[in-house]
Structure formats: structure tokens, C-alpha cells
């Protein structure tokens, strides 16, 4: 049997009003994914448990058929598999972002976006002033970096489940006295982050910054620490050999960690001008080798994050003529098949943030019978299957 999974990533939404009251899947032209459904079913599930942040670090462990409340250990330590870095029993990863604090108010966490080379020059600077001891400082895409303690039983690393951390894109032109680093190890975050500010604030860049009116890089933000999860490769628990396709750093590191082939299609970029042909197109040359293949597209979470309804539409569209056709088509030439497509979590077009709840999936193909539905999330409300554990949803998926 071979298989395949489509993630919008956060594509359920509610009804919109300037698309008629529809929801951007009900108002999408899709006809492969509503071929899906009338072929299949059509359910909903939890992916996010309650006391975890809705995010895809989350919501993709309960989709892929794992507990979060049992595996998921920070965001950094899939960051950190992304970039190669291995993490020991006793090292923790933090994620080490490069941010604009001014008069102590969060003005932008991502630094105003900075470039590669920008956030690379700015992440050298980190190393020569930090670095040392158990401390090591990794320079990621932009200002997504990552620092990592190497513990040792002689010299643990001070953080624990306890320790708190605000992820920076939560606080939004608010003052971070309130959302500083608590609990274990809090102090040294803290500590680090102050010192950061000496070196950071009188960089030469950011004079060059200032002058194209660009945000100036004026300190490091430390959160989303972790240890490596401890996960069973997905071919130890449920017996099938997958592939991801994605151009996000967070699925690739949960990839890793599945035991997953990681296929890049140099351009797919994580956004709305994503190569949606060439992403489908290493969906079906991918399925000639593996049991399993997922393809996972941002581009209707970042249409949402930026609350664009008719471009959200727009990339559901584009998902549904350039993956879904072709990944179908070609999963009928290779005999016995199932698809599975799902978000991994919500997110609101009116918020512009990611959300709690249901999301809708349909299933379709081999010993699978046809219920006559639609995929949206309605449709999926009058489906059947309800799956609160989110990691549930995997088991009945494949099968058997
Ligand atoms: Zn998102």
C-alpha cells in the first residue's frame, strides 16, 4: 500500500465575510480535494492538546501519530535536527532570536526581518562575546538562530520542564519585563540576553540599518529551549518507510527525528510564491521509493498570518491542482492506496493567529467507501469520525 498525506498548514479558518461567508475551503475552487472527500471520508480531530501552544512543532507530532503530551520536548530541538546539530542525553537547544527591543517595548522580533548575511554577521558577534564553557551559538535562516548548552553530569545544563519562556512573535509591542525568562536556568537566559545588548545596540550594522530605515538588531530574545525528543521511528511504530517535502525548518527537524527522508525542492519557499508544481511533481517521483510521502505547505499559514482571505484561497487552489491531482493520479497507478489530507492546526484569518480547536481531514482510497461529501469545515462537523487525541487519527489512516 502506498500513502500519502497533503498538509495545508493552517487552513481551517471560520467564514469570512468578504468571501460570502464561506470559509476559505468551502470558497476554494477544489476539485480533487472534494473529489477526496465524495471518494472518502471526512472527519475532524484534535491536534492540540491543551495545556501546549498551538503550533505546527505540536499539531504535526499528533498528526503524524504521536502523543505531544508525550513527545514533544521544545521547539529548538527541532530546529536544531533541521540544521544538522546534534543534541547529546545532556544538552539543550534555545532558539536565539535577533530582535529590536526599544525603551524595553518588543518592536519586532524578527529584527525587521534581517537578511542571511545580516543576521549571520550579527550572530558572529554573538559567538566572540558569548561564547564559552557549555555555550555555543549556531547561525540559522535570518533571525532564527539557535544556542546550545552542552551539558555533562559534572556540568548540567540549569534548565528544567519548569523553565518559562515567552516566544518573542507573542508579544508584539509589548514590555518584556513582564515576559522575561522564569524558573530553572532563568537567570542565565536573563543574564545572556542583558550582556547581548552591550555588543548589539553599537553594532556597525546597525548604523546601516538605521540609515535604509531598516529595524536595527538591538539584542538576542532566548526561548522554546529544549532537550532531543525521544521518539520510536515512525517505521519501528507503524511499519511504513515516509518522506517529507517541505521548506520549513521545523518540519524538516520533526522529519528527522520520524526517521523520514528529507527531500528539498530548492524552490519551494515557505511562502505564498512557493513552486507548488515542483513540489507535486517530488510527491509522485517520491512515492516510487517510499511507502509514505508528505508534502507540507506554509503558504496558507502565512496567507492567514498575514490575513489575506483571497490569497489563502489562492494557495488552496494552487495546493489542490499542482499536489493533490497529481499525488492522486499518481497513487492509482502504483495499486493500493490512501491519501489523508489535513491541517495541522487552525489559523484565523481574523486574528491572524494560530488556533485551537477541530480541524477538518478527508480520507480516501483503498477499502475505504465513499461517503458523497465535500472537504471544508462543515462538512467535517456531519462526518462521523472525531478523533480528540489527534495521534489517533494515524492508526485508522493506515489501515491496519
Ligand atoms: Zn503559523
Known sequence: MKYAIIIPDGCADEPQASLGRKTPLQAARKPNMDRVACDGVVGQSNNVPD??????????????????????????????????????????????????????????????????????????????????????????????????????????????????????????????????????????????????????????????RRARGESPVTQIWLWGQGQAPNLTPFHQLYGKRGAMITAVDLLRGVAAFLGWTRIDVPTATGYLDTDYAAKGRAGVEALNEHDLVCVHIEATDEASHEGKADEKVKALEEIDRHIVGPMVAALQRHGRWRILISPDHRTLLRERVHGRGLVPWTIAGSGVAPSGGTYDEFAAVRGPHRFDRGEDLMRFFLGD
Not at 87 to 110: K, Y
Not at 153 to 176: G, L, M, N, S, Y
Open 51 to 208: 495545556s501546549l501552544t498551538p503550533a505546527s512543532d505540536v499539531a504535526t507530532l499528533s498528526l503524524f501519530g504521536y502523543d505531544p503530551l508525550k513527545y514533544y520536548t521544545g521547539r529548538a530541538p527541532l530546529e536544531a535536527a533541521a540544521m544538522g546539530i546534534t543534541l547529546g542525553p545532556h544538552d539543550w537547544a534555545v532558539r536565539c532570536n535577533l530582535v529590536t527591543v526599544i525603551d524595553d517595548v518588543m518592536v519586532d522580533f524578527s529584527g525587521g526581518h534581517v537578511s542571511i548575511p545580516d543576521g549571520k554577521a550579527y550572530m558572529e558577534s554573538v559567538r566572540e562575546h558569548l561564547y564559552g564553557g557549555p555555550l555555543e551559538f549556531h547561525a540559522g535562516v535570518s533571525y532564527r538562530n539557535l544556542m546550545i548548552f552542552r551539558g555533562s553530569p559534572a556540568v548540567p545544563a540549569p534548565f528544567a520542564r519548569e523553565t518559562k519562556t515567552q516566544p518573542p512573535h507573542d508579544i508584539p509591542d509589548k514590555p518584556i519585563a513582564d515576559h522575561l525568562p522564569a524558573g530553572p536556568g532563568a537567570e542565565l537566559l536573563r543574564d545572556l540576553m542583558t550582556q547581548s545588548r552591550s555588543f548589539l545596540d553599537g553594532h556597525p550594522l546597525n548604523r546601516t
